[in-house]
């Protein structure tokens, strides 16, 4: 597995589930993907939780983790800036940075829908434009998902949530080498 199929992975793993099968090689290489490189991959409680529940209890169960409570909504514009006038400046820079660098997400998102940031990152990397991503990273990506990460506070036994640590752990340690072009 490459950074840009390990970016996929979890890309399709935080979206809607559709195809469990799927969901379930995605764990399986990611968590060999993170192993070999030394990284915390804490997707054991997730990919036990896929395992076990068929689809439709997936399904239910994404609902009523990212929809129904907006503490974990997966748009990380909404936990950097809430609902004022910089969520819209952010917005729109994630939307010419995608433009910039031939991105054409297929899904109808927000651009700041977590699964579609991460299949950008997955673009940067599979044309290896490894500092306009590390920067894209930690300037567009990191303080949201940590945010995101703190919703989960108190809510025991999410099985998402080890799969948004996966990401955090995953972005930063792409982010480890230094930057030259500023994107947002």
Sequence with gaps: MTLAQSYDALARMLDYPGQKEIIETDCESLRGFMSERGLACPIAPFAGFIASSTLAALQEQYVATFDFNPALAPYLGHHLYGDNQK???????????????????????????????????????????????????????????ERLLTGFTGRHNSPWEAVVEAARSLCAADNQTGKEEKPC
Excluded: W
Aim: hydrophobic share 40%; with cysteine; glycine share 8%.
């Design 87 to 145: 969520k819209g400046g952010y917005m729109i820079k994630l939307k010419q940075e995608y433009v910039r660098y031939g991105f054409s997400p297929l899904a109808k998102e927000l651009p700041d829908h977590l699964p579609l940031v991460l299949g950008f990152l997955a673009h940067l990397a599979q044309q290896q434009r490894d500092t306009v991503r590390q920067n894209f990273i930690s300037d567009c990506v990191l303080p949201g998902v």
